[in-house]
């Protein structure tokens, strides 16, 4: 069964710092390129980051570029966002995804797996 399962959501005060998960199940990450979107309440999803499958290639929204970091470990099945300095509009379900063509991008219909959510809550 494919599954994307995100982990280590939780609540932060504002400046702190989280490490999310996303562990992959029934198909192996090697060569999809993996996204991070968030939906915060009222809003629409965003395509936050994204790192190709092969040569390291990142994409970051402007909202959290330099904040940040998206990495993966093929070994480990699972990909990471690294989020520091968050602030209280960072609040949202976070979802990773993942895309076969292994490129680069942010748009949610290139996307062929997703994950469920973890919410996180940035306040003091």
């Known amino acids: 069964q494919v599954q994307l399962v995100e982990s280590g959501g939780g609540l932060v005060q504002p400046g702190g710092s989280l490490r999310l998960s996303c562990a992959a199940s029934?198909?192996?990450?090697?060569?999809?390129?993996i996204g991070w979107f968030r939906q915060a309440p009222g809003k629409e999803r965003e395509g936050i980051s994204c790192i190709s499958s092969s040569d390291g290639s990142t994409y970051y929204a402007d909202s959290v570029k330099g904040r940040f970091t998206v990495s993966r470990d093929n070994a480990k099945n699972t990909a990471y966002l690294q989020m520091n300095s968050l602030n209280p509009e960072d609040t949202a379900v976070y979802y990773c995804a993942a895309d076969r063509s292994g490129y680069v991008n942010y748009r949610e219909y290139e996307f062929d797996y997703w994950g469920r959510g973890t919410q996180v809550t940035v306040s003091s």
């Open positions: 029934g198909f192996t990450l090697d060569d999809y390129a």
